[in-house]
């Protein structure tokens, strides 16, 4: 059975309804993947991420994908139980996750019930497409994957990060009104996710 969280920002009313929605996390490890943030050129908050983990009792460990060889991903990915794939540039993660083979390992593990929590960039290559997201990030950043926006179709839908965000709140609203249907676009604010058990999805809020 599938296990996913899909959200635009990992706040601390989300992170607390975890336990509620997939059983207690206490004991857990978590790989978290910030590769995303690289292309921004800023230090992204992955920190506060890992203390709400912590919070929970999860031990959680970074791992770059960008600058470790397959070995090691496949190594943390398998002794993870979950896999947290923070925000940033979606098109530069898609790429490393493609060139580095962590996209069907992650893939397959879920498959296999592993919980999932992608952010931002991370619940939009979840899906099985990442182009529509080119009017919110830079598709140039992710010049390698020569054209192919495939996601790695971890579920059926694409999400639209940030909806009424005062930095991408217009860029989600562009993205929405150009919809041409080939897309289920399922946008969130930054106090929503989505949460897939198996066939059951549902969209939560923060508290």
Do not use: C, W
């Amino acid at each position: 059975m599938k296990n996913l969280l899909l959200a635009s920002h990992f706040g601390g009313g989300i992170a607390r309804q975890l336990p509620g929605i997939f059983g207690s996390l206490e004991g857990r490890k978590a790989v978290l993947i910030p590769t995303a943030g690289i292309a921004n050129r800023v230090s992204l908050p992955t920190g506060l991420s890992m203390k709400k983990l912590a919070g929970l009792g999860v031990a959680t460990r970074e791992l770059e994908i960008s600058s470790v060889s397959h070995r090691e991903i496949m190594q943390a990915i398998h002794a993870a139980d979950i896999v947290f794939v923070s925000g940033g540039n979606t098109f530069f993660l898609m790429q490393e996750l493609k060139r580095s083979g962590a996209d069907s390992l992650i893939a397959e593990h879920v498959a296999q019930g592993k919980l999932y929590i992608g952010v931002s960039a991370g619940a939009v290559v979840a899906g099985p497409d990442i182009e529509y997201i080119r009017l919110m990030d830079d598709h140039r950043k992710g010049a390698r994957l020569h054209g192919d926006f495939t996601g790695m179709r971890l579920v059926d839908f694409s999400v639209v990060p940030h909806l009424r965000d005062v930095l991408f709140g217009r860029a989600a609203s562009r993205i929405l009104a150009r919809n041409d249907t080939r897309l289920d676009l399922r946008a969130l604010t930054n106090r929503q996710a989505i949460t897939v058990r198996g066939a059951e999805i549902r969209t939560v809020a923060s508290r």
